[in-house]
Nanobody
Framework: QVQLVESGGGLVEAGGTLKLSCAAS????????MGWYRQAPGKQRELVAT???????KYADSVKGRFTISRDNAKNRVYLQMNSLKPEDTAVYYC?????????????????WGQGTQVTVSS
């Protein structure tokens, strides 16, 4: 019902920048919270940043002051601007969206994930 497609990952040197994008599509009525999570090898998936539909943001302590989350409600997109990248930021980054969808006349709410995009920061 909802597809989330991430883009923008890659390999960058420490201190560099990357911008991740995530596009949501499908039978979407509305999108509530959107966010970015990451999972490094051998570690659990962790929250990076979230943003509500009216723009309130929350960040993990490890990325505060370096990462900025934003969204374009008209385009059903969420972004993650990552500055001053560190090797410890290396992970697969996943987009997440809390969406209300419609099937026929039935509206349902669900939590959706993208497939992930690899971010590698070299030292």
């Amino acid at each position: 019902q909802v597809q989330l497609v991430e883009s923008g990952g890659g390999l960058v040197e420490a201190g560099g920048t990357l911008k991740l994008s995530c596009a949501a599509s499908g039978s979407i009525v509305s999108i509530n919270d959107m966010g970015w999570y990451r999972q490094a090898p051998g570690k659990q998936r962790e929250l990076v940043a979230t943003i509500t539909s009216d723009g309130n943001t929350k960040y993990a302590d490890s990325v505060k002051g370096r990462f900025t989350i934003s969204r374009d409600n008209a385009k059903n997109r969420v972004y993650l601007q990552m500055n001053s990248l560190k090797p410890e930021d290396t992970a697969v980054y996943y987009c997440n969206a809390d969406c209300s969808t419609i099937t026929g006349t039935t509206v349902a709410r669900g939590d959706y994930w993208g497939q992930g995009t690899q971010v590698t920061v070299s030292s």
